[in-house]
């Protein structure tokens, strides 16, 4: 199946949730700039179905996000 990054990262979000029941509690830490990236836009997600069965996922700030100057 192929997505589109938004639509990765709708996936994921909605496997994690459905994973842990349905919902899942985070720190106030979790949306902050740092924790989000500059802008809060600009993700890299990885999911990569591996042959046990399980599919590791990841996000990171893209380089596009690491390169621009801070939000003031």
Same mark, same amino acid.
Do not use: N, Y
């Given at each position: 199946?192929?997505?589109?990054?938004?639509?990765?990262?709708?996936?994921?979000?909605?496997?994690?949730?459905?994973?842990?029941?349905?919902?899942?509690?985070?720190?106030?830490?979790?949306?902050? $700039?740092? *924790?989000?990236?500059?802008?809060? $836009?600009?993700?890299?997600?990885?999911?990569?179905?591996? +042959?046990?069965? $399980?599919?590791?996922?990841? *996000?990171? +700030?893209?380089? $596009?996000?690491?390169?621009?100057?801070?939000?003031?």
């Amino acid at each position: 199946m192929t997505l589109k990054p938004e639509e990765m990262s709708h996936v994921m979000l909605i496997a994690v949730l459905m994973h842990h029941g349905g919902s899942l509690e985070l720190p106030r830490e979790a949306f902050e $700039t740092d *924790a989000l990236g500059r802008d809060g $836009t600009w993700h890299a997600v990885a999911m990569e179905p591996q +042959p046990g069965g $399980t599919a590791p996922c990841s *996000a990171a +700030p893209s380089i $596009t996000s690491r390169l621009a100057p801070p939000r003031a």
